[in-house]
């Protein structure tokens, strides 16, 4: 019958080159690429890096090749030449043959449904080393479904939407995605909007415990879901379809994100002041109040690398410049700041232009404002205000903001630039900044459909942070004569960013969260899974952003509730990329406008302990300067989920990780010695931490940082953890981790 004829039916290796391996055993891909024309809709799948693939699908008009996306092509490692870039192939067909490609250990094959031997449906395998094949996924296509790439027209014009389906299994783990504030270091069973607000910078990209990487580089809002037998990826508006998907052997997650970074991008060298302690606060609100903090530095001997100046320093938004009645003497400010403490200066920036801005009359007349598909073409309102953010994805725009950031900041000390309010569309909330957020807590419909000069907000609007991120380092590179991608002078902190944001000199923190302990546990799953999806340089505000108002003590420095809280959240922040204090704090009595949140604001008892951890972070600057540079060399995160160390040598972890238990999303290794978990409840005096079996014969390789006492792995043990002691255990010699010799 029909079915077993078409059983024998031959599969064809696509290409003329013969498989062949590299000196080393690399198989060279066997092709230039297929190119399978399915009715209207055609399919491009090309060899792309080392062991991936990039494919790019399209209902109707080819596209130009110069749409945006996130990925660098050519790859930065990986097959060369005209193999790996542009639109080439070799090879094209109808969607009814079945081929296949392979490049390194991964191979796509085509194949129809229902033991039809067409083919119009792609499934990747890994190949092992002993010959094998293991199906990593496919597009999800089960008898008379919807096609697993699905397209359709909602608006005017001829972008389309699209939804993709992948197969997966009940058992598949999915880490990265972004961030969300969930405690889930492992998404499976997560739907996870493509709209970016405050606290969420949800990025389509992920490692599956299967052993590949999966990136869709899609500029669209949309959406990504993880159900037990469909990934499935939407995009609201787009011209082109494209997407990558790498392999390497389960529990490699260094290759695979070595892999994946050699797609989306290597972070440079952070300039090494940047690894020590960076002061903030909501805010230091005028000249002699930071000249006054600097002071009380160096008066109490407590080193400080960053000073940091937050919003509604300018006399307008937009202006991006400090108001001179509040700051008349930027540089020498900045100047004495540098000569008490040694320490830089950020400057906080917002992208909303309001219409008494120095600036809007000039940047209206040239287009550098965003507006909006209907009504006034305001994109948000801010006290009253109505503003218009600067539109990132216009080059002329980015030029324009830099020079003024150049001449009113740069020029006169103040370096670094905090991207606040960065996540597009909007301001960035999930209510309007209308000045009645009081009692409109969220806005049930969409956020305004901006337009830029690159699309609107439906088609291109998780570009907007990318390139206002972009901004900031073209800028810092035109001003320092030097190359993307070397050693970084000065930095960024943005509130979002996506996929590849590591590649600027740019550091994302997890927005503003609440000072409460609940929001303390639920930031260490965040930054595991911030770690997953390539951002090694990740920050929080340590002690927590704002007050909850439903817990009396919350952010209030004068009680003592909230002060073992801000202990805990500082002492875990010595073992985070950077280490950074900001917020809004209360207090019952206060010297400045707002109040304190310095190291000495938190009472006599704690004072010694918060500075004794900026010292540390001092101390420990050989070990950060190791795992920094790994991460620019080869992409090796340096918080590090501990599915990335122990899933082969642990075989507890994968369980745990399953079920996103407290060992797997409250615990990490801080680098490769440095085994973390922060106490995340009051009144503590002692802490379990799960110490994972690892690949070493030593009996017990887990030394407790404050006893010296080793232990076995492969078991949970309690150990003592009063305020002043975080748990922190290390693999090694104490001295080579001060050292940094802890690569061989
Ligand atoms: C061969 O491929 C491997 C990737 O697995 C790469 O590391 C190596 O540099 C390549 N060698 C040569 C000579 O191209
Ligand atoms: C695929 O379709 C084309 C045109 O319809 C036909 O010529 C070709 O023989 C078909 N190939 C297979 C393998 O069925
Ligand atoms: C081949 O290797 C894979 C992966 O290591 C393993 O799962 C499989 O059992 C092996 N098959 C044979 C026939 O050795
Ligand atoms: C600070 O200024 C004083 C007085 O001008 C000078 O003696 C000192 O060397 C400066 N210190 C630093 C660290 O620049
Ligand atoms: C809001 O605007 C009013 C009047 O312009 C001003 O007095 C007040 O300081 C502003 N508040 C904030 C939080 O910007
Ligand atoms: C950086 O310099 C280049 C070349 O002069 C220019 O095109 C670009 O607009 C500049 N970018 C910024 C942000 O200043
Ligand atoms: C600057 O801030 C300090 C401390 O909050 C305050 O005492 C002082 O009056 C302010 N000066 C100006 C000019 O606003
Ligand atoms: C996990 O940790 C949180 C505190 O961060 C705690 O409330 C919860 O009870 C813990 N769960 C388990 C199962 O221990
Ligand atoms: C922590 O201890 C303090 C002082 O003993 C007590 O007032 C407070 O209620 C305790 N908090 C919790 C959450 O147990
Ligand atoms: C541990 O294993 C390594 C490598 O397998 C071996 O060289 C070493 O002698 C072993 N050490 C002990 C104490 O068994
Ligand atoms: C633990 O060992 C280190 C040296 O590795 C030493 O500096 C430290 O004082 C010791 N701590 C205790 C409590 O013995």
């Not at 403490?341 to 906080?348: D, I, L, N, P, Q």
């Not at 990329?577 to 009472?603: I, K, L, V």
């Amino acid at each position: 019958m029909l079915f077993s004829t078409l059983a024998l039916s031959t599969i064809w290796a696509v290409g003329t080159a013969a498989l062949s391996s590299n000196s080393s055993g690399y198989h060279q891909p066997t092709s230039k690429g297929f190119r399978m024309q399915h009715g209207f809709e055609t399919v491009l799948v090309q060899p792309f890096g080392y062991d991936g693939f990039r494919v790019r699908a399209w209902p109707y008009r080819p596209p130009t090749g110069g749409e945006i996306g996130f990925v660098y092509d050519p790859p930065l490692e990986g097959p060369e030449g005209d193999q790996a870039h542009g639109m080439s192939f070799d090879t094209a067909f109808k969607g009814n043959q079945s081929v296949e490609m392979r490049n390194g250990n991964i191979l796509v094959r085509t194949s129809g449904w229902g033991g039809n031997p067409g083919g119009y449906r792609l499934a990747f395998y890994r190949v092992e080393s002993n010959g094998t094949e293991t199906l990593l996924t496919n597009e999800y296509a089960p008898l008379k479904s919807i096609n697993p790439r699905y397209y359709s027209w909602t608006g005017p014009g001829s972008e389309f939407a699209a939804e993709f389906s992948f197969t997966t299994t009940p058992d598949e783990q999915i880490y990265g995605t972004g961030t969300q504030q969930d405690h889930m270091v492992n998404k499976k069973g997560a739907t996870i909007d493509l709209i970016n607000f405050n606290t969420h910078i949800p990025t389509p990209l992920f490692m599956s415990n299967k052993g590949y990487g999966f990136v869709w580089n899609m500029p669209s809002t949309g959406r990504m879901e993880f159900s037990p037998l469909r990934n499935r990826f939407t995009s609201d508006s787009a011209t082109v379809v494209d997407y990558f998907i790498v392999s390497a052997i389960p529990g490699d997650y260094d290759t695979l994100q070595q892999r994946l970074s050699a797609l989306t991008g290597r972070a440079p060298l952070p300039p090494d002041w940047s690894l020590g302690y960076i002061q903030s606060k909501l805010r230091y609100e005028n000249q002699t109040e930071i000249e006054l903090l600097a002071e009380g530095f160096e008066k109490r001997d407590i080193p400080v690398s960053m000073i940091v100046i937050d919003y509604q320093s300018w006399a307008a938004q937009g202006d991006w410049g400090l108001d001179p009645r509040l700051w008349p003497r930027v540089a020498e400010m900045s100047a004495k700041v540098k000569n008490l403490t040694g320490a830089e200066m950020m400057a906080s920036l917002w992208p909303s232009v309001a219409d008494n801005s120095l600036n809007y009359e000039e940047m209206m007349a040239q287009g550098y404002l965003s507006a909006t598909r209907s009504g006034p073409g305001t994109t948000d309102s801010w006290n009253g205000s109505y503003i218009r953010n600067y539109d990132s994805t216009n080059p002329g725009a980015r030029q324009f903001l830099w020079d003024t950031l150049k001449r009113n900041y740069f020029d006169k000390g103040i370096k670094n630039f905090w991207i606040d309010q960065a996540d597009g569309g909007a301001l960035g909330e999930a209510y309007e900044n209308n000045g009645q957020s009081t009692y409109i807590q969220s806005i049930p419909f969409a956020v305004p459909d901006v337009l830029y000069a690159a699309g609107t907000q439906r088609s291109v609007g998780k570009l907007y942070p990318w390139a206002h991120q972009q901004a900031i380092e073209e800028g810092f590179r035109n001003a320092t004569s030097s190359e993307m991608g070397t050693a970084c002078d000065h930095i960024s902190l943005s509130r979002s960013g996506y996929i590849g944001s590591q590649r600027f000199c740019s550091m994302i923190w997890s927005g503003d969260t609440t000072a409460v302990w609940e929001t303390l546990s639920a930031q260490v799953g965040t930054c595991l899974s911030a770690a997953a999806s390539g951002w090694g340089w990740y920050t929080v505000d340590a002690g927590g952003f704002q007050a909850d108002p439903t817990v009396w003590w919350s952010a209030n420095i004068d009680t003592t509730e909230y002060r073992q809280l801000y202990v805990r959240w500082l002492q875990w922040s010595t073992f985070l990329p950077f280490m950074r204090t900001h917020g809004s704090r209360a207090c019952y009595t206060q010297d400045a406008y707002t109040c304190a949140n310095e190291p000495w604001s938190y009472g006599e008892e704690n004072t010694p302990t918060i500075v004794s951890y900026i010292k540390l972070r001092y101390q420990l600057a050989p070990y950060l300067r190791s795992i920094f540079s790994e991460f620019h060399r080869t992409g090796r995160m340096i918080m590090r989920p501990l599915f990335m160390d122990f899933q082969s040598s642990d075989t507890h972890i994968a369980e745990m990780t399953r079920s996103n238990t407290n060992e797997t999303t409250q615990q990490y290794m801080f680098g490769p010695r440095l085994l973390v978990t922060p106490v995340t409840l009051p009144n503590v005096t002692e802490w379990p931490v799960y110490l994972p079996q690892t690949a070493s014969n030593e009996t017990k390789p887990w030394t407790y940082w404050w006893t010296n006492q080793t232990y076995a792995g492969g078991q949970t043990v309690t150990v003592p953890a009063p305020v002043e002691h975080i748990p922190v255990f290390h693999l090694g010699s104490r001295e080579d981790i001060m050292s940094g010799q802890v690569f061989s």
